[in-house]
Each structure stands twice: as C-alpha cells, then as structure tokens.
C-alpha cells in the first residue's frame, strides 16, 4: 500500500470518534414491546355475556346490578352505555304506558369466531335471550318472546388484558329489541 501511515492515522481516528457514541458504562437497555393478552373463546365469551346481561336488564322495571366489571370495557364503551341508558328508558315508558312490560329475561351467548390482529380482536357471537313480560291486562305470562341476533363486539388490549370496546348488531333496523340502542337510529 501507498499510504499505511495515513490509513492507520484515519482508523485511530475514526475509532476514536465513534467510541463516543456508545452508550457510558454499562450495557445498552432495549424495552420490549407491550405484550398482547392471551385470548381465548371462554374469557371473550364471559365478558360478552356478561354486557349483553347488562343491557338486557335495562329493559326490567328493577335493573340488576351490573356484571361487567369496569375493567373489563373500554371508556368509550362505557360512554356509549351511559347515552344508552335515557333512550331505552323513553322506549320501556312507551311499552309500559301500553300495558306491558318485561318481568324477566334468560340469555346465552355463544362464540362463532374469533379474529385477533395486533392488540385488536373481532368476536362474531350470537345472542339467543328470552324474555318474559307481563300485561295490564293479563298479568305475568308463562310463554316467553324471544329473540335469536347475530352481532359482533371488538376488543382492545390493555395492560391488564382484553377490554370490550363495543358491541353491534349484524342486522339494523326494525325489530331489533328494545335494549339494543344503534348509532344513528335512536328510538323516540
């Protein structure tokens, strides 16, 4: 080589200047990313039973106490449940104010699919609640109304696991019970 003197003097050089950039005594920390909950069917499907209980009851003359924890949804969803509650109040006055009312309800919910990307999870589920009304007219009746609904509810990751963010029928419109308040299509 032509120029070994000069080509050391750079890498001393060089090798000096970039030692200045390693990180001063000790080993270099890099965090990990955020872990996402473990999901399975029977965690998803406890909590989405026990938010359509909770809605179910808002229909009953005395509303249960709640079964979802506060934990286990996201504030929006909370959010949503609280704009709820007036609308479906209006609409059980009006069914009340023509002679009936619902003295009882029975739900089961069952998981159809589950589809998890990132801190996101899409649960498809059917609902299939039983209701029990009663008349003015009547009294209590023994046969049962009922209804069968497909829907979907969409989780979020936290920290402290899956939190519900919301819960939508798959089918709009008429006929939807009186419970389910959509975005848009507010009963009067």
């Given at each position: 080589m032509k120029y070994p003197r000069t080509l050391t003097a750079v890498a001393v050089l060089l090798g000096l200047a970039l030692s200045g950039c390693q990180a001063a005594g000790g080993s270099l920390t890099v965090e990990a990313p955020a872990a996402v909950p473990t999901s399975s069917s029977s965690g998803f499907e406890a909590i989405i039973q026990a938010a359509v209980e909770d809605r179910n009851g808002t229909v009953l003359d005395t509303v249960p106490a709640p079964r979802l924890a506060e934990g286990q949804a996201t504030a929006a969803y909370r959010a949503k449940r609280v704009q709820d509650i007036p609308v479906v109040t209006r609409s059980k006055a009006g069914f009340r104010s023509s002679g009936f009312w619902y003295t009882s309800f029975s739900t089961t919910v069952t998981v159809e699919s589950?589809?998890?990307?990132?801190?996101?999870?899409?649960?498809?589920?059917?609902?299939?609640?039983?209701?029990?009304?009663?008349?003015?007219?009547?009294?209590?009746?023994?046969?049962?109304?009922?209804?069968?609904?497909?829907?979907?509810?969409?989780?979020?990751?936290?920290?402290?696991?899956?939190?519900?963010?919301?819960?939508?029928?798959?089918?709009?419109?008429?006929?939807?019970?009186?419970?389910?308040?959509?975005?848009?299509?507010?009963r009067p």
């Open positions: 589950i589809d998890v990307t990132g801190s996101e999870a899409i649960i498809h589920f059917k609902e299939l609640t039983e209701e029990h009304l009663a008349s003015t007219a009547n009294g209590p009746s023994n046969v049962p109304s009922g209804y069968s609904l497909p829907q979907t509810a969409t989780f979020r990751a936290s920290t402290d696991g899956w939190q519900l963010d919301s819960i939508s029928p798959s089918v709009h419109g008429f006929g939807l019970p009186m419970s389910i308040v959509e975005d848009g299509r507010r």
